[in-house]
């Protein structure tokens, strides 16, 4: 539907209004019951509104229909029954109208105005259903008058539609028309005729329209002059003039429709009303459409003279049996006839060159006998002596007896087509003949598809012929398993007007199949124009053998391996590939590299790949930084790379080995996890065993600080004690609460979690350490301590605690080492020295029985142990720290019994830097 927008409540408003108005004037109207009008105003707006403005205007109509009826007679549900009646059959109209009619164009054709008066019928039988209905159930109609009054109210609905909306509609329509001074004084003349006749006829100014002569049918005459001149728009215009006119003298007792009452009279007026705006209606679409047919015939011609010359056509029309040839300009032009010269076929003949002249005579000949359509190519000769090709279409047609009535046809200038055919002729023949010569197989295709040509390199190959080669026969050459994927590749590459590359097994005249490298281009003219392809193929079956070796190879290879051509697209990948990065084969091949790598380092890759491929080198990628791998699911995973440049005679392939790290960078992870929790734990473990030993230590400074005060109270209270000798006492007891102090100082260093801090450390200072630690543990155990320490031991740079720790596990091992040994042959050797590079060796040496053979290494493993109740962790914390230490730490056992534990330490240098 065509509906124009509108601006809501204010159109719904104004609408409300126009209806009540309108309908109050058809009730003024009504003699049989007084609300059933034969005139009825509204129902034509209502329909022009939901035509033009949609089927939103249609609370106005409600509305409208509600207050004229609530004024008028009834109560409020025989109102609203009207109203929705109304309301329906307006709705219902636009509809029928909208859906079969063609909406607000109805009145373009002939077809279109009784679809609309149809649908203008039928619909307005709803609202005196409502109507007279409600109003003779509630007792405002008599049942006996019934048939009476619905057929008033329904002509009067009817008539409204068929008058009153073709006008609002047409009139809400912008006309097309552009008048001259002589339509509008005819168009003034026409209406005023129309009043005159109108008057003369319904007013009473001549004594016959008072007696009721049937003399309306002079006003048709008026009606029908305008449907014929003008448009659908003024035909309206007159109807309603003329139905005004008509209605006031009926109402007045004028005219032939005057009856006995006032109702009959207005329903046999509106009876022909309908009728007159039917058929005038009808009339005007008619000559409407009749005039846009004539102006697209007219314009059919002026494209198609336009056409004739723009494509340097002839026209000619020849009437056979006077041999009289009508033509058109341009055809004199091409054949070279004056503009006054008359054009006879003997002398068209004579323009026509004698070489095609005899085939031009048979020619017309046969068209004379059969009839019918012919096509021709010949050669005329121009006044200035020129030879020009001209192409002749024509046809020709008999009359009643099978003689040659006319003949009518086009003719065209083609010589410039025939000077290319000849030049494209020559470049085909040279084509051939370099084609031929080419140590290629070379092919050409057609826009269709169908190949077009081959060349003896090919037809020499399969060992068939050109004939059984073109279109799609060369399809029969190649092998089963490769002809659905080379189809796939031709054909897309073909609807997208791309270039393509294929491989595919071709069958040699022997009978063996061929690898062949099939490259395609597309092939367009200078216009753009797409003429189809070319293709030139060369043999790879020993490249592809030795392919087919190397997959091998590679598929046998445990790692996953992946072949990427230059342009960083993956052209092969093996088994463990697919497995590791959860694409299949099919998936990988042919998908470019940078897939497989996580979205926040791909930008970057692309550099780095251009950089390896500029310098080609075999070398690990990504050195100095980790490097991560993207499954298909979008998980990363860790990945070693190798990279390894492969050269070809085709392009530059890179061959990457990756190996998936993600167990290895756990367990390394883990372990150094464990390395830190080894020390925490360590400390806390031997932390034990030291506060123990450190015990006996710690109470003989307790011990000797109560003596020495003890004897200062009593020499105090028997006076024999001096200034001096107090002194001398106090200082003790300063020093030994001192070295209390350092031992707790050094035990919780050795607990605290964290980094310790670094010192110039003496060696000879830290064995002293030492001694004075175990020495209550030695004489509890009967175990000889003996040091061998050269004075020259030398200095690390280190922690004290620390290297105090590993120095205290080694000799509490010692110790416990020993315990099933008699007292006798209890003996702990301590030795300090440096080697021959300078570094410092401690070792520290038991009488015991040693420990197993071939567990020099386990020893120092986390959680080993010799020992029924060891934790295995004392070794292992002490490797650590003296490997922190940039030194090592080695067991051996001797032929002579015990075991020996040597650590090597760098020896730090004067300004307190670590030694190299």
């Known amino acids: 539907m065509q509906s124009r927008a509108f601006s809501g409540l204010p159109i719904i408003g104004l609408l409300t209004l126009v209806y009540f108005i309108a309908g109050k004037f058809g009730l003024m109207l009504a003699s049989l019951h007084a609300s059933a009008s034969p005139v009825w105003p509204p129902t034509g707006i209502a329909l022009a509104a939901l035509l033009v403005l949609g089927y939103r205007a249609w609370p106005a109509i409600f509305v409208g229909a509600f207050l004229v009826n ?189 009856e006995k009452t006032e109702n009959q009279s207005l329903l046999a007026l509106q009876y022909w009303t309908a009728v007159v705006t039917i058929t005038a209606m009808a009339l005007s679409a008619g000559m409407a459409e009749r005039g846009r047919a004539e102006e697209a015939l007219r314009e059919s011609e002026a494209r198609t003279n336009l056409a004739a010359n723009a494509a340097n056509l002839g026209l000619w029309l020849w009437s056979i049996p006077g041999d009289e040839l009508w033509v058109t300009e341009k055809w004199r032009k091409l054949f070279g006839f004056a503009n006054s010269e008359p054009v006879k076929f003997d002398r068209l003949l004579q323009v026509v060159h004698p070489g095609d002249r005899e085939r031009m005579k048979q020619l017309v000949q046969h068209m004379f006998e059969h009839g019918g359509e012919y ?29 040659p009535a006319f003949a009518r046809g086009v003719s065209r200038d083609i010589t410039k087509r025939k000077i290319a055919e000849e030049e494209l002729r020559e470049s085909e023949a040279r084509f051939r003949t370099v084609a031929d010569s080419a140590p290629v197989l070379i092919w050409m295709s057609g826009p269709d598809k169908l190949c077009t040509f081959f060349n003896k390199g090919w037809l020499d190959f399969t060992g068939r012929t050109m004939e059984q080669e073109l279109g799609k026969g060369w399809t029969e050459g190649v092998h089963a398993d490769d002809l659905d994927h080379c189809l796939e590749v031709y054909g897309n590459s073909f609807n997208a007007r791309q270039p393509f590359t294929m491989e595919y097994r071709l069958r040699r005249n022997d009978g063996e199949y061929r690898w062949l490298l099939d490259n395609g281009t597309p092939r367009f003219a200078s216009d753009g124009a797409f003429l189809g392809y070319i293709g030139s193929c060369i043999g790879i079956t020993e490249r592809k053998l030795a392919e087919e070796k190397f997959r091998l190879v590679i598929d046998a290879a445990p790692n996953a391996m992946i072949m990427v051509d230059s342009a960083g697209v993956i052209s092969f990948a093996n088994a463990p590939a697919a ?55 979008g998980s990363e995973f860790p990945v070693e790379v190798g990279l390894n440049p492969i050269h070809t005679t085709e392009d530059l392939f890179v061959l990457a080995s990756v190996i998936d790290i993600t167990a290895r960078k756990q367990a390394e992870l883990e372990h150094e996890r464990q390395n830190i929790e080894l020390v925490r734990v360590g400390r806390v473990a031997v932390m034990g065993e030291l506060a123990a030993s450190l015990a006996h230590e710690v109470n003989n400074p307790i011990g000797a600080i109560v003596a020495n005060a003890s004897a200062g109270e009593r020499l105090l209270a028997a006076g024999k004690i001096g200034t001096e000798e107090m002194a001398e006492l106090l200082a003790d007891i300063v020093a030994d609460g001192r070295r209390a102090g350092e031992i707790v100082q050094g035990i919780r260093t050795m607990v605290r979690k964290g980094k310790a801090r670094r010192s110039l450390v003496q060696i000879n200072d830290t064995i002293d350490s030492l001694l004075r630690i175990v020495r209550a543990e030695a004489l509890g155990r009967n175990v000889t301590v003996t040091t061998e320490v050269d004075s020259d031991a030398g200095q690390v740079w280190g922690d004290p605690v620390q290297l105090l720790q590993v120095f205290l596990n080694l ?80 067991a051996e056992n001797f032929d002579g019994g015990g075991a020996c534990f040597t650590v090597r330490l760098p020896q730090a240098k004067e300004d307190n830097s670590q030694a190299a």
């Not at 709705?91 to 279109?112: D, E, I, K, S, Y």
């Not at 307005?124 to 159930?137: E, H, W």
């Not at 003034?188 to 319904?202: D, K, R, T």
């Not at 520290?844 to 053979?853: A, E, I, K, N, Q």
């Open 579 to 633: 497995t590791v990065f959860g694409y299949s084969l099919s998936e990988l091949i042919g998908r470019h590299i940078e897939t497989l790598i996580p979205e926040r380092f791909r930008d970057r890759h692309a550099g780095y790949r251009k950089g390896f491929l500029s310098q080609p080198s075999s070398r690990a990628m990504g050195a100095g930084r980790d490097l991560f791998g993207r499954r298909k699911d």
């Open 811 to 890: 000799a509490m091992n010692a110790f416990e080492a020993m315990t099933a040994l008699p007292s006798n042959a209890l003996c702990l050797v301590i030795r300090a020295d440096r080697n021959e590079n300078g570094d410092v060796l401690v070792s520290v040496r038991d009488s015991g029985p040693g420990f197993p053979s071939g567990l020099a290494e386990q020893l120092f493993e986390p959680f080993f142990s010799t020992k029924a109740e060891g934790t295995g962790m004392g070794l292992a914390i002490a490797r650590g720290i003296i490997e922190a230490h940039g030194g090592t730490i080695s």
């Open 70 to 258: 609530a004024s008028t007679a009834g109560n409020v549900a025989t109102s609203l029954a009207v109203a929705s009646g109304n309301t329906l059959e307006a709705m219902c109209g636009a509809w029928l109208v909208n859906r079969f009619a063609g909406g607000t164009t109805a009145f373009g054709r002939p077809q279109g105005v009784f679809k609309f008066a149809l649908a203008a019928v039928v619909s307005t039988i709803i609202s005196p259903a409502f109507g007279v209905t409600s109003l003779a159930l509630a007792g405002f109609a008599d049942w006996a008058n019934y048939g009476a009054i619905w057929l008033t109210w329904w002509l009067g609905d009817a008539t409204s539609d068929l008058l009153i909306a073709p006008l609002i509609i047409l009139w809400s329509i912008a006309s097309k028309r552009r008048w001259n001074r002589r339509e509008a004084v005819e168009v003034g003349i026409l209406l005023l005729l129309l009043f005159v006749l109108s008057e003369a006829v319904f007013g009473g100014w001549l004594t016959i329209s008072a007696e009721n002569y049937p003399i309306a049918f002079t006003c048709g005459a008026i009606v029908i002059w305008t449907a014929f001149r003008f448009t659908q728009r003024e035909t309206a215009t007159g109807i309603f003039i003329l139905s005004a006119i008509a209605i006031w003298g009926t109402l007045h007792g004028f005219g032939p429709f005057a």
């Open 375 to 403: 096509e021709s190519e010949y050669r005329i000769t121009r006044p200035d002596g020129s030879t020009r090709w001209i192409l002749g279409h024509g046809s020709v047609e008999l009359d009643e007896r099978g003689k």
